[in-house]
């Protein structure tokens, strides 16, 4: 049963990291918006961008805090909880995006800019059966057939970005490019399935495997019994090998005086793994009926009763390139002026790629007061009805710095949080 435990659960065991940050799209200053839409333009200017570190996280069923628990310093799978708190889908999805540095030079009527950063996420699903059969047995599935689909992903990647917006009368349109040289990768084949039928007599097993867990840089099964692990969640050497490309595009457009509109899609695009690829896979029909006692009377040679799924799963290692898409994402925000120093606005959100079940709307609002603007939002996402952002920015002379948080309680309790995104950076405005 080694596998199925690693299958649901191996994706916890990293802090892997997808990318929401709405509420920074109703910012006053171009500078802040242009991180999620290449089409943001600020006046005549040249700007240096410092670190810009965003973190996201969200949940549908179990929590990270219900699944693991500590005793001491060991880490253990709490069954109970999983069990208590199992959802049809259970769904993780984590970002992690810093950019490291970052240079714009904005004119009247174009701006060209450039940037370095770094991405680590991931994301996993598994059903209610899968975790059921996993921790209860086959005993309540007797005469069905149920599907253990684990889905799973954990990436790191650097990125070099190249872009440029230009301005048409009321409409500004943005285009990034994204050099990817990918680090590690652990994912599994899309649609990939274990399909188990529990007979009525004797609780036969029925296997039916199309399943498959590609690695680069990060995984090596030598057997169920001897599993290694080398991700590292933040390695700072680049690997040629893995090389990918990725489109940001946006626009914005003045609709009246007071109303505007804005819109991006992020993350177009995909990375093609080469550097220390393995690929493990079960692809086979296969049965399994029990053993016979009898065989084991009066034998006395030793007895090796090994996991009965370690012959059955059988994977078979190979070393094949593959490719995995970007985590690609939807915005869109209508803001309304309410004055020089008042903002509303609405916000769209949606995974389109990796993990497009997770999407969100948001209601929010800005005040600037002096050199300080403060925001406000409130968001529903299917992950969790109820989401309370803050955020501030401040300019300090060519300075500008800001915060924002999509889900305020994510701060106090981000492991149990089912919405949490939070955003922190700077840059210099010459």
């Excluded at 240096?48 to 693991?68: F, K, M, R």
């Excluded at 990436?155 to 990817?180: C, D, P, T, W």
């Excluded at 609709?255 to 692809?283: E, F, K, M, P």
Aim: charged content about 15%.
């Amino acid at each position: 049963m080694r596998l199925l435990y690693i299958s649901i659960f191996a994706f916890i065991s990293f802090t892997s990291y997808a990318q929401f940050d709405m509420l920074s799209n109703l910012s006053n200053d171009p500078n802040v918006r242009f991180q999620n839409n290449p089409a943001a333009r600020d006046s005549n200017s040249f700007v240096i961008q410092l670190p810009v570190l965003q973190n996201s996280n969200s949940y549908i069923g179990v929590s990270y805090g219900d699944a693991i628990t500590t005793d001491g310093t060991i880490a253990k799978i709490n069954a109970e909880e999983i069990l208590q708190h199992l959802s049809s889908n259970n769904h993780y999805a984590n970002h992690t995006h810093a950019t490291l540095i970052g240079l714009a030079l904005h004119r009247k009527k174009w701006s060209i800019h450039a940037s370095y950063g770094y991405n680590l996420h991931g994301y996993g699903t598994y059903s209610d059966d899968m975790a059921k059969f996993a921790l209860e047995g086959n005993a309540q599935y007797i005469g069905e057939t149920i599907n253990i689909n684990p889905d799973i992903l954990l990436q790191a990647y650097h990125n070099l970005q190249i872009g440029a917006s230009l301005s048409l009368s009321k409409f500004n349109l943005g285009v990034r490019i994204k050099v990817l040289s990918g680090i590690e990768d652990i994912s599994t084949m899309p649609e990939g399935t274990i399909a188990i039928e529990t007979g009525t007599q004797n609780y036969a097993w029925n296997f039916d495997n199309n399943w498959r867990l590609n690695s680069s840089n990060a995984l090596s099964i030598n057997n169920l019994n001897d599993i290694e692990t080398s991700f590292s969640r933040f390695n700072a050497t680049p690997i040629t090998e893995n090389l990918g490309i990725g489109i940001d595009l946006g626009i914005t457009a003045q609709l009246t005086n007071q109303l505007s509109l804005s819109a991006s899609i992020l993350d177009i695009g995909s990375i093609t793994w080469r550097y220390r690829v393995n690929n493990y896979s079960s692809t086979r029909k296969d049965s399994y009926s029990g053993i016979d006692l009898i065989d084991y009377i009066d034998n006395t040679d030793d007895i090796d009763l090994s996991d009965t799924l370690y012959n059955i799963l059988e994977l078979e290692e190979s070393n094949i390139d593959y490719t995995t898409s970007l985590p690609t994402r939807f915005y869109a925000q209508l803001e309304y002026d309410i004055s020089d120093h008042q903002r509303v606005g609405l916000s769209y959100f949606q995974m389109l790629a990796q993990d497009p079940d997770l999407y969100a709307i948001a209601i929010n609002y800005s005040q600037e007061l002096g050199r300080c603007r403060l925001y406000t939002q409130y968001t529903y996402s299917n992950t969790s009805p109820v989401n309370i952002g803050l955020g501030a920015e401040i300019r300090l002379g060519k300075i500008g710095i800001h915060a924002f948080s999509d889900g305020i309680t994510g701060v106090f309790d981000p492991i149990n949080s089912p919405w949490v995104s939070h955003r922190i950076g700077a840059y210099i405005r010459l």
